[in-house]
């Protein structure tokens, strides 16, 4: 059983950071791309960030390029996103995310993924 569990949201001011973290329970965690989504009330699933399993790639959406930053430390099963300069419409669910596919490409669609954490709370205030 896969367990993906993200921690680090809370309550931050405009302009402010976080850093989430989420710890997976992957044996061979350094073989699977991660990703980061979000949702905000209302709202659907959306992309923020991924990393490739060997961590030569990562891609952004466009709405959090430059201010955020994806990485992951393989020998903690940790991946971890890095968030700067946040703004209110940065306000929503964070969900990390994995596939059940090893050594795979670019995944950047909720379809392309089969495991998910709980998800942690993002606000940020104006």
């Known amino acids: 059983q896969v367990q993906l569990v993200e921690s680090g949201g809370g309550l931050v001011q405009a302009g402010g950071s976080l850093r989430l973290s989420c710890a997976a329970s992957l044996r061979t965690f350094s073989t699977y791309t991660m990703g980061w989504f979000r949702q905000a009330p209302g709202k659907e699933r959306e992309f923020v960030a991924a990393?490739?399993?060997?961590?030569?790639?990562?891609y952004y959406a466009d709405s959090v390029k430059g201010r955020f930053t994806i990485s992951r430390d393989n020998s903690k099963n940790t991946v971890y996103l890095q968030m700067n300069s946040l703004k209110p419409e940065d306000t929503a669910v964070y969900y990390c995310?994995?596939?059940?596919?090893?050594?795979?490409?670019?995944?950047?669609?909720?379809?392309?993924?089969?495991?998910w954490g709980q998800g942690t709370q993002v606000t940020v205030s104006s």
């Open positions: 990393i490739t399993w060997s961590g030569g790639s990562r």
């Open positions: 995310a994995a596939p059940n596919v090893r050594h795979s490409g670019v995944l950047l669609t909720t379809a392309q993924y089969d495991y």
